[in-house]
């Protein structure tokens, strides 16, 4: 990886980094993220299973996006577990992934009982996500608690599973697998981060204070951070500023989490392919009329520029 000091974050992202000038984070190469050559004499079973939780009644666009985009990031199978609410729209839109429907409650999320029913999928992935679409009802929040408690691999919270933190932020260390929490700016806030003084520094002071999760805060120089190991993504830019470009990144490191990457260099490699994913597709589309699931059309060609 590249050094980079802090003041050359600082004028590379245009941004606030109120912290020790000595600081020395790294910045993501194409080197960083070669992947390994996948034996000739393989199957399904040899790249892992990857299991996703996701959507809610009005939010069937997420959960296919990263169960899209987990398959076009190499998982061996993909597992992708929706309300019954929206199962239809769901397994329409997605190109190979297992679509099961779980109980739905009356709000069209995931009803209580969906745990339960859940926990043999759990306990034989490995790799899972949950939190995109899932909605913000009691419900969905007491799944997010079953999937931290019963996860037996690495496991991903996205979008509406980070919610639960905020009122249990004791959850973040009592995780017994490897987590991942991959928050936008406003949903780093709901989980206590703080941004004052800038996003370098809220990042150290929120890893400090949580030092076993992984961090992948986003945005333009996407910081992933472990403790005090910061690394910052160069790829990508704004035509990538949509929702359901999140929904991709998730289902990328599901899918190399599932194939036995280690879940820091697995948050790395994701955020960089990601993001350029994002600039080829901008190079051929522009930067207005960039879709989600253009990242996950362009998948390919970024993992090539790496293989």
């Known amino acids: 990886m590249k050094a980079l000091t802090a003041a050359q974050y600082t004028k590379k992202y245009q941004c606030q980094a109120d912290v020790p000038s000595d600081i020395c984070l790294h910045e993501i190469t194409a080197v960083d993220c070669a992947l390994p050559k996948r034996p000739r004499v393989s199957h399904k079973y040899s790249y892992g299973r990857a299991l996703i939780l996701a959507g809610a009644r009005g939010y069937a666009g997420a959960p296919t996006l990263a169960a899209n985009a987990c398959e076009r990031g190499g998982a061996g199978l993909t597992q992708l577990m929706v309300p019954e609410s929206i199962y239809p729209i769901a397994a329409a839109r997605c190109d190979g992934a297992v679509v099961l429907p779980l109980p739905a409650a009356g709000d069209g ?15 034989k992935a490995n790799a899972v996500l949950i939190g995109p679409g899932l909605g913000t009802g009691p419900e969905a929040q007491a799944l997010v608690r079953t999937v931290l408690q019963k996860a037996a691999s690495p496991l991903i919270v996205d979008a509406d ?25 406003g949903e780093f806030k709901r989980l206590g981060g703080d941004l004052t003084r800038g996003r370098l520094a809220g990042a150290l002071r929120f890893t400090a204070e949580h030092p076993k999760p992984i961090l992948i805060l986003k945005g333009y120089g996407t910081l992933v951070c472990r403790g005090e190991d910061i690394s910052v993504n160069p790829s990508g830019g704004p035509a990538m500023a949509k929702g ?20 820091l260099s697995a948050a ?7 993001g350029l994913a994002g600039d080829l597709a901008a190079r051929e589309l ?11 059309r362009f998948l390919p060609q970024a993992f090539q520029t790496v293989s």
């Open 244 to 263: 359901g470009s999140g929904d991709v990144l998730g289902g990328m490191l599901c899918a190399l989490l599932a194939q036995g990457f280690e879940p």
């Open 109 to 123: 999320g995931f009803a209580v009982c969906a745990a339960r029913q859940a926990e043999d999928a759990l306990s």
């Open 268 to 274: 790395r490699t994701a955020v960089y392919l990601h």
């Open 161 to 185: 599973g980070l919610r639960v933190f905020a009122d249990e932020p004791a959850l973040l260390d009592a995780c017994r697998v490897p987590l991942i929490l991959t928050p936008h700016e």
């Open 286 to 296: 522009g930067e207005y009329s960039l879709a989600p699931s253009d990242l996950i």
